[in-house]
């Protein structure tokens, strides 16, 4: 008996689950709070300007104690490429209110052009290489993936099988947000073209031989 309880003493305290889950709450809000200031800073000062001692400062903390949270400023764009190329998937994977493919396309289009210009300081950490030496991880960029996916589906629904296709979309609606954020902020002048980018690139990929035909003449 003595030798048990003897035992019993020496076996090392069990943690307690809930403040282990109170802790990583109020962990994750921290986060969530560094994130959000950051986005404020970027969109006040511009992308490349964020500086780990002003987000401290906003946050109410010492510029090392950021290092609890995020182990680089890279760390920091990270978490807010990951949560723009999420809300940038939602935005495309909503539901669409027709079964017609060709207006699908276009209401994405339109998704994706009002979504990149409402905040030009998170199209550029997306859709541009404006950080130098930053490469988002693979856990950040894999919203990026499916919203790829969901597109290219949706041109094979509409029997588009030409391989340079995604790449002639994307060069085109970026180029669309580009126009518009650099000559008409705030306006409508590339976004008022959305929908005749999109016939005119329907009309194109529809009728166009592919690569692979190319390459057999």
């Given at each position: ?8 003493q020496l076996d090392p305290p069990q943690p307690d689950p809930v403040r282990k889950d109170r802790r990583t709450l109020r ?191």
């Amino acid at each position: 008996m003595l030798e048990k309880a003897h035992d019993r003493q020496l076996d090392p305290p069990q943690p307690d689950p809930v403040r282990k889950d109170r802790r990583t709450l109020r962990r994750e809000a921290t986060k969530a709070e560094i994130l959000e200031a950051a986005w404020d800073l970027v969109r006040e000062h511009g992308l490349a300007a964020l500086a780990l001692r002003d987000l401290a400062e906003r946050v109410g903390m010492r510029a090392p104690s950021l290092y609890q949270y995020f182990p680089s400023k890279h760390a920091i764009y990270d978490a807010m490429f990951g949560q723009g190329t999420q809300a940038a998937l939602e935005s495309v994977a909503a539901p669409v209110d027709t079964s017609d493919p060709r207006k699908a396309l276009g209401e994405i289009a339109r998704r994706m052009f009002e979504f990149s210009t409402s905040d030009p300081a998170r199209m550029q950490l997306l859709f541009q290489r404006t950080i130098p030496g930053f490469e988002p991880t693979p856990e950040a960029y894999a919203p990026a993936i499916e919203m790829h996916a969901q597109v290219a589906g949706l041109l094979v629904s509409l029997g588009i099988s030409d391989p340079d296709a995604m790449d002639l979309w994307t060069a085109l609606i970026s180029g669309l947000v580009n126009q518009q954020l650099a000559n008409d902020p705030g306006g409508d002048r590339w976004g008022r073209l959305v929908d005749r980018t999109v016939d005119m690139f329907l009309a194109y990929v529809g009728t166009a031989p592919s690569a692979a035909k190319k390459k057999g003449k």
